[in-house]
């Protein structure tokens, strides 16, 4: 998939997120870029204790009397401000993704998963593309091609940007190396489906980042720990080979923009 001049991905790299379906790259965000993101991340917090708003989701069972706790902000991209905005189309970030799918990248959504302290709750495991990334007609249609499902043909990939030490403790994602390679399912998962023994936590430190394709299975636990693992989300898509997708209309601001190439 990846092209032969990569510029900012070794080809080993390039490699094994396309036989793995996940990569993580242990830095790639500067020390001012993680303190401005957490930065904005504060004022975020504060806000939403005296605002509502319908991309800001809380912790469910969140036992913090007097105040709310975020469990995910969609649109991160927009209600983040500047430094957000800027990562959205930063060319190293564009760079990036052109190693992995090709010159033509347009935006999917963005978001943040806050995972509090103590209170961030779990992601069961899932793949990307049947949330909401494509029709439930398409996924009927796509689910009976099983391992023909190529995930070279739906390149769609998502990057996990980290201000926080992403651990096992405190709920990193776990991934199932190769899962992208074998087809499409109802989402969420089915338990079933899942061999612990196969799961990898990937660990990611503060200023690091995690790629993992739309088919890749993945979830994230509970944070037991007194630390925080906030971890923003920004997907994009280069054109699809049989594989219609879709705005959900679930209300991700800028689906579908080109952000390089055509
Ligand atoms: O950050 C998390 O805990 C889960 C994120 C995730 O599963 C996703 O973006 O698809």
Not at 246 to 252: E, I, K, L, V
């Amino acid at each position: 998939m990846a092209g032969s001049n990569l510029k900012v991905l070794t080809a080993a790299q390039a490699e094994q997120f396309w036989e793995d379906g996940y990569l993580v790259l242990p830095e790639f965000l500067s020390d001012e870029d993680v303190s401005a993101l957490r930065s904005s991340l504060d004022v975020l917090e504060e806000w939403v204790q005296s605002h509502r708003h319908r991309d800001f989701m809380h912790e469910p069972d969140s036992q913090e009397l007097g105040r709310t706790v975020i469990r995910k902000i969609t649109n991160i991209h927009v209600h983040g401000g500047v430094p957000w905005r800027e990562l959205m189309e930063r060319a190293d970030v564009l760079d990036l993704f052109e190693d992995l799918i090709g010159p033509d990248i347009s935006f999917h959504h963005s978001k943040a998963m806050m995972k509090p302290p103590y209170e961030g709750s779990a992601k069961p495991w899932h793949q990307d593309l049947p949330e909401g990334f494509i029709s439930p007609d398409e996924a009927d249609r796509l689910r009976p091609l099983g391992t023909d499902l190529q995930p070279e043909d739906v390149p769609v990939v998502a990057i996990q940007y980290y201000v926080d030490d992403s651990t096992l403790d405190n709920g990193c994602i776990q991934v199932i190396p190769g899962s992208h390679r074998r087809g499409l399912f109802e989402d969420p998962l089915d338990e079933s489906l899942i061999d612990p023994a196969e799961a990898v936590a990937a660990e990611v430190p503060a200023g690091g980042a995690l790629l993992f394709h739309c088919l890749t299975y993945h979830y994230s636990a509970p944070n037991t720990s007194p630390n925080w693992r906030r971890g923003m989300v920004y997907e994009y898509m280069a054109p699809t080979v049989g594989v219609n997708l879709y705005d959900s209309g679930t209300g991700n601001l800028g689906w579908g923009t080109t952000l390089r190439g055509s």
